[in-house]
């Protein structure tokens, strides 16, 4: 199945639910990455029969093989960041420093707001580093307080009894929250931008409130937030969203070409439209990518050519995997840039999908495009 409207710089992790059951193809690829600094960290990755691997100070690269190795279930890293690790309580462990961690289960953004006003008017020396949302109605609030502790054991000692203090004051304010997660400094938390395996969703951060040792995507608190232009959500989180393949039903081996760019490239644009004589096109926009899905039917060789010309994202996934997906979540618009209707044969499945009327035109093929619901990763 394909992974959702993010990937993170130059990666694609898909997930494609062809039925009511997931059927996992591919979580990640070496190019995977996240938003948070993992350096120092304990991480554990939980094979899909239930086995956990732990691995100490990874690098991006290292974990990035071990996701594309293992394809686990689920990855966790360590809420403690630490100079050496043993093992769990050993004595010889030497500490650097810890997150505050507050776990919010069967909440909404709502409470987290609250949640977080109450935390700074309380504790206004911690630094909210990152809004997470694990799961449905699941969230984290990641913060730092970096302080000043010579001895490894009395930092711990610190960090131990400041996330008791935090955890029992929420608690003590009424706030559902996990106590056990928030008062473990030995624990672990879900990894951003990886798979819920548990609850079959994708773990993301909602923003990250300042720049700090855990560098992340700068992002707006939002539940899932719609772009303005550019100057909207610069994303590598995944989103729920369906999509259709650019293969035309009922004449095999045929196919439309679907032109994915960052940004529109208009010149270019109206030079392909003339040279292959692709006409009208449909333009989808998400947030960080653009979809140019034309209805003119071509064979592999036409599409890949149309794709080299374009210099499109949608090359590499074409080649991999001999069809793409058309997202249609987005604003749509038809013929934007060019009102030209092309010579050719077009694809009469896609051209209904899309409510264009078939009979101006000399199309082939037959049937409905079947809807995926997936979780498609846009690159950045």
């Known amino acids: 199945m394909l992974f959702q409207e993010i990937a993170v710089k130059d990666a694609e992790r898909r997930w ?46 290292r974990l990035a093989r071990l996701l594309t190795e293992y394809q ?11 100079a050496y690790f043993v093992k769990e309580g050993d004595k010889e462990n030497i500490l650097l420093d810890s997150n505050i961690v507050v776990d919010l ?38 913060y730092d307080q970096k302080v000043y502790i010579p001895h490894s054991n009395k930092r711990f000692e610190y960090y131990k009894n400041m ?14 929250i996990d106590v056990e997660v928030g008062k473990n400094i030995n624990g672990v938390l879900r990894i951003q931008n990886t798979w819920n395996g548990n609850k079959n969703d994708s773990c993301y951060s909602l923003g990250s409130s300042s720049k700090g040792t855990m560098t992340g995507v700068q992002e707006r608190i939002s539940p899932r937030p719609k772009a303005k232009g550019r100057e909207g959500i610069k994303t590598t989180l995944p989103t729920p969203i369906k999509f259709i ?38 333009w989808i926009k998400l947030p960080d990518w653009h979809y140019f899905v034309f209805f003119k039917c071509f064979d ?10 374009a210099k499109s994202a949608s090359l590499n996934e074409f080649l991999k995997f001999e069809w793409n997906i058309i997202p249609f979540k987005g604003v749509v618009f038809l013929n934007k840039f060019i009102k030209n209707e092309g010579k050719g044969v077009l694809s009469r499945p896609h051209l209904e999908f899309f ?17 995926y619901n997936a979780k498609y990763s846009l690159k950045k």
């Open 163 to 176: 996330m008791q203090e935090i955890t029992s004051y929420l608690e003590l304010k009424g706030f559902e």
């Open 16 to 61: 494609m639910d062809k039925s009511d059951k997931m059927q996992t193809i591919k979580l990640y690829n070496p190019n995977w990455t996240t938003g948070r600094d993992l350096k120092f960290r304990l991480i554990k990755l939980e094979k899909q029969d239930g086995i956990f691997m732990p691995f100490f100070n990874p690098s991006r690269k």
């Open 300 to 309: 592999k060789d036409g599409i890949i050519k149309i794709y080299r010309k």
């Open 72 to 82: 686990p279930k689920n990855a966790y890293c360590s809420v403690a960041r630490w």
């Open 105 to 142: 289960d069967d909440g909404t953004l709502k409470i987290l707001n609250k949640i977080i006003v109450t935390i700074k008017q309380a504790y206004p020396s911690l630094k909210l580093r990152y809004k997470v949302r694990s799961s449905k109605n699941h969230y984290h609030l990641i």
């Open 245 to 282: 393949s650019n293969s035309v039903v009922g004449a095999k081996g045929t196919y439309i070409p679907v032109i994915k760019w960052k940004q529109p490239k208009k010149r270019l644009l109206k030079d392909i439209v003339k040279r292959y004589g692709l006409g009208s096109f449909v």
């Open 355 to 371: 409510k264009i009327d078939v009979k101006k035109h000399n199309s082939c093929g037959s049937g409905k495009l079947k809807v």
